[in-house]
């Protein structure tokens, strides 16, 4: 089945430090790919997609992702964290559920810890 | 500004109460979605909707159901609400493959 798997169930990092939060997924076809972000009791804001093209894609608030078809990633970064990023970080996956219909299958999160 | 709605936006209810947790989208899209997520924990698909009068069951077991009479209106119904019910549930909607919008959630507390 497929499957989206978030290794880190939570990191802390410095404000200025850089990030990386690693997406692995489990699908035989290249996938369309997503990164959301969800603050406390909020819902789930879209960061960034993937979808074909350019494996290097950019998003808001300065988050980038690159898709690694060898490594079956989408690796999460920035540069530099700022306080307000203290979230949870979703990836998540679409895969087809028959016909043109399709589902979007989400990661178990990773809480982002930032200190100043 | 939001193009898709959900309220209430919190709930105190009842155990034994019939509620209906509303969710609209303004943006016409055919496929919207119902997850569920308990405090800190992942999201799970409940049910789902690719169009008018088309609704589906989720990769969760739910005793919610769902209606989809209109295009914008996807409300999840629970008929007898009872404290396992108590979670965060998020609705969402989607075209073609250019990504899910989400609403902001409902709380739902069954005391």
């Known amino acids: 089945a497929q499957s989206v798997t978030q290794p880190d169930i939570h990191i802390t990092v410095s404000e200025g430090a850089s990030l990386e939060l690693r997406c692995n997924y489990s699908?035989?076809?290249?996938?369309?790919l997503f990164w959301y972000v969800q603050s406390p009791g909020q819902g789930l804001q879209l960061l960034l997609k993937y979808f074909s093209g350019d494996t290097l894609v950019q998003g808001i608030k300065g988050f980038e992702a690159e898709f690694k078809r060898s490594q079956s990633s989408f690796n999460l970064r920035k540069p530099s964290v700022h306080w307000s990023d203290a979230a949870e970080y979703f990836c998540a996956v679409v895969y087809p559920s028959g016909g043109s219909n399709y589902k979007l299958t989400f990661g178990k999160g990773t809480l982002l810890t930032v200190n100043p | 500004e939001a193009d898709i709605y959900q309220t209430p936006r919190y709930l105190v209810i009842g155990t034994g109460k019939k509620i209906t947790l509303e969710c609209s989208q303004t943006m016409g899209h055919d496929k919207m979605y119902w997850y569920q997520q308990d405090p800190g924990m992942e999201l799970h698909l409940i049910h789902y909707?690719?169009?008018?009068?088309?609704?589906e069951k989720g990769d969760l077991s739910s005793e919610s159901t769902v209606s989809r009479i209109r295009t914008e209106h996807f409300p999840l119904t629970l008929e007898s609400a009872r404290p396992s019910h108590t979670s965060q549930y998020l609705c969402?909607?989607?075209?073609?493959?250019?990504?899910?919008?989400f609403g902001s959630g409902t709380r739902l507390t069954v005391v």
């Open positions: 969402a909607s989607s075209e073609l493959k250019r990504g899910y919008t």
């Open positions: 909707s690719y169009g008018v009068n088309s609704t």
């Open positions: 699908y035989g076809a290249t996938p369309y």
